[in-house]
């Protein structure tokens, strides 16, 4: 029997394009176990449902899969169960069938994917220019029959003869406008999204959300009445040879990024005991009524604030995953934005630095009003000290805050379980689009389908550069489609860049499979055709075997040392330089006016101070002698070299 190693995996987000990742995980699973999952968007999604496959894969090894008796559900236990979603969800028009839109909106959510999906530009434009007709129908022929009756009114049938285009026309404006304002009242009373993620009422096929609840609870072997959380993922039982991690208690680790759009940042999920409540009224529209039973049931003491009935969000371990799955796959305006709802520090607990200087001749502000909420930093400050004490009623403030898809801000999040020098390897899975050469691609050796789709899947290696960059040509003979190219590239290079530089460097790119998706394939593409949805699950399977059969651990390993030692000893070297030339950060500073100092985040013990001081005086040696007589180990280090940078979490 084959050794079982283990591994870590980040997945890109791509709505569609996500029927590639349970393929290329059964590949995995094949030769790896799984410890860190993440992913954003349809990557949250695979990455779900792949920790909870491992968490039932444990359950079974250790011979607990008894504690998931009940009703039987769509999918068995563990991978095996995976391999069976994975087949539905690459059926022709299972996926559609999971986004099913509010039902004002339907005929207009079935033009769009049709729109989407179709490949020929003559009926993208027309398909396009039906639009507006099928949003507002009835007030289209309402301005069309207003118009040409005044046309007759004003010349009889000559006057109605010539007011017929521009009736028309005005007629179609009309309707784009009204279709517009009908389907922005739609959207934000959907809770800004055509689809819910939940059933529409008397339909009986199952939505995403819905559906994914059921896989994640057989998959993992959760017992009925209990959500899978990330507590339980933390826990798993133990393969009966594994080891015990050292410095780490979780055997299973699954985070996600998702966006505050509130906050104008990205967030890890699961979010650390931060200071959010929700709705039941909101969340009712957005998860089964058994998941937000439970989390109700376990949120302490409601919260009440204008007359609304607030629970507090659970954090950590006490997340739900399909909660924070959800959170991350909120694909803008096409799947319901997640509310949460925030706490305001009252006046009396915010500090002198956070209280506005006093204005005794304005008038006292009404709690609700227009007024600004604290900035950011505030923001991020009341956030920190969430806490779990309840809040008197009195002192509440709550404000909105809307979690959309994770892609918007991080769509490959592969700084996830990074490390200087990685014990185990980090995959990482790159969906790179028709529209974008983002590297070399083999040509086919031959016309057989998998001959095609191994040549569309790369995995480079450690020696090999990754710093070329994508390209997306701009030009074309239209003005207006390059215009429109020019913006929709600069709109995604403030989207991806940090991403797509990262993915590139050196120690970085050799761990990153590269899936080549053609025209129609994944996107925003939800139909597409048989032929489509089995080539690109065969890409996910061979991304998978190209990881698990050709990626060298030890070549990783070494260029990850290469990159590290290189950028330590430049850091190093600053460190010295910097101490040169002002006094070393071992004491505060006194303040003005000749007042003692006061100490800023002092160490916890003098002990602590103590090493800290022998820290920096061994790194300031060691960068004189580094910069005064070498080695420089920026020599043969792959290019461009890499630098060190503190920067914020999220």
């Known amino acids: 029997m084959t050794e079982m190693r283990y591994c870590d995996l980040v997945m890109k987000g791509g709505v569609a394009s996500g029927v590639v990742y349970p393929h290329a995980v059964l590949e995995l699973a094949k030769g790896f176990r799984f410890k860190s999952i993440g992913g954003t968007s349809a990557g949250a999604i695979a990455a779900a449902a792949t920790a909870a496959a491992a968490l039932g894969d444990r359950r079974l090894a250790a011979g607990k899969s008894g504690e998931a008796a009940g009703s ?59 639009l507006p007709l099928v949003l507002a129908p009835l007030e289209g022929l309402t301005l069309l029959c207003a118009f040409l009756a005044t046309g007759f009114l004003a010349a009889g049938a000559p006057g109605l003869v010539a007011a017929a285009f521009p009736s028309l026309l005005c007629a179609y404006c009309g309707a784009a406008v009204f279709g517009l304002l009908r389907a922005a009242r739609i959207l934000r009373g959907n809770l800004l999204g055509l689809c819910s993620g939940l059933r529409a009422p008397g339909d009986a096929r199952p939505a995403l959300t819905e559906w994914m609840h059921e896989v994640l609870q057989e998959l993992s072997g959760q017992p009925p009445g209990k959500p899978l959380v990330f507590g339980d993922l933390w826990s798993a039982p133990p393969y009966p040879d594994e080891e015990e991690e050292q410095g780490k208690k979780d055997r299973i680790t699954l985070q996600m990024i998702t966006t505050s759009v509130s906050h104008l940042e990205p967030r890890t999920l699961p979010l650390q005991e931060a200071n959010f409540w929700f709705r039941r009224k909101e969340f009712d529209r957005l998860f089964p009524a058994s998941v937000v039973d439970w989390m109700v049931e376990r949120a302490g003491d409601p919260l009440l604030c204008e007359g609304e009935t607030y629970h507090r969000f659970p954090c950590g371990d006490r997340t739900p995953v399909l909660v924070a799955m959800r959170m991350s796959l909120s694909y803008p305006l096409l799947l319901s934005a997640v509310p949460l709802h925030e706490q305001v520090a009252p006046p009396e607990a915010q500090t002198a630095a956070q209280r506005p200087p006093p204005a005794p001749e304005a008038p006292p502000r009404a709690s609700g009003g227009d007024a600004a909420g604290p900035s950011l930093t505030e923001s991020m400050e009341g956030l920190a000290t969430g806490g779990e004490e309840p809040v008197a009623p009195r002192a509440a403030q709550l404000r909105p805050c809307w979690f959309t898809d994770g892609g918007v801000s991080s769509n490959f999040p592969i700084h996830l379980f990074d490390a200087p020098l990685p014990s185990r390897p980090t995959f990482a899975i790159n969906l790179v689009y028709h529209k974008t050469d983002d590297g070399p691609h083999p040509t086919p050796r031959s016309d057989l389908p998998e001959d095609k789709a191994a040549a569309a899947v790369l995995l480079p290696q450690p020696e090999e550069s990754g710093r070329r960059p994508a390209y997306r040509p701009i030009g074309h003979a239209s003005a207006l489609v390059e215009i429109g190219t020019f913006l929709a590239s600069g709109f995604e290079t403030m989207r991806t860049w940090r991403d797509l530089l990262q993915a590139r460097a050196s120690g970085q790119h050799d761990r990153t499979v590269q899936i080549l998706l053609e025209a129609g394939e994944g996107g925003l593409n939800l139909d597409m055709p048989q032929e489509d949805l089995d080539r690109v699950a065969l890409k996910g399977s061979l991304a998978g075997r190209r990881l698990r059969d050709d990626f060298s651990f030890p070549k990783h390993r070494w260029i990850r040392w290469r990159n590290f030692a290189s950028a330590l000893q430049r850091q190093t070297i600053r460190i010295a330089e910097g101490a040169a030339q002002a006094p070393a950060p071992l004491e505060p500073q006194s303040s003005r006016r000749g007042r003692p ?33 070498g080695p420089d180990l920026d020599a043969g280090a792959p290019l461009p070299l890499q630098h060190m940078k503190i920067v914020q979490t999220f």
Do not use: C, N
């Not at 099913?100 to 994917?113: E, H, K, N, T």
């Not at 985040?601 to 910069?627: K, M, N, T, V, Y």
């Open 597 to 629: 100092p006061v100490p800023v985040h002092p160490f916890g013990s003098p002990e602590a101070a103590e090493a800290s001081r022998e820290l920096l005086d061994h790194l300031i040696a060691q960068g004189g002698i580094w910069a005064e007589r």
């Open 72 to 130: 039987p559900g769509p999918v068995p236990l563990g991978f095996k169960g995976l391999e069976e979603a994975a087949g539905r969800l690459s059926g022709k028009g299972f996926l559609l069938d999971l986004f099913q839109p509010a039902r004002s909106l339907g005929p207009a959510f079935r033009l769009i994917v049709a729109l989407i999906g179709e490949k020929s530009a003559t009926r993208r434009i027309l398909a396009g220019l039906l």
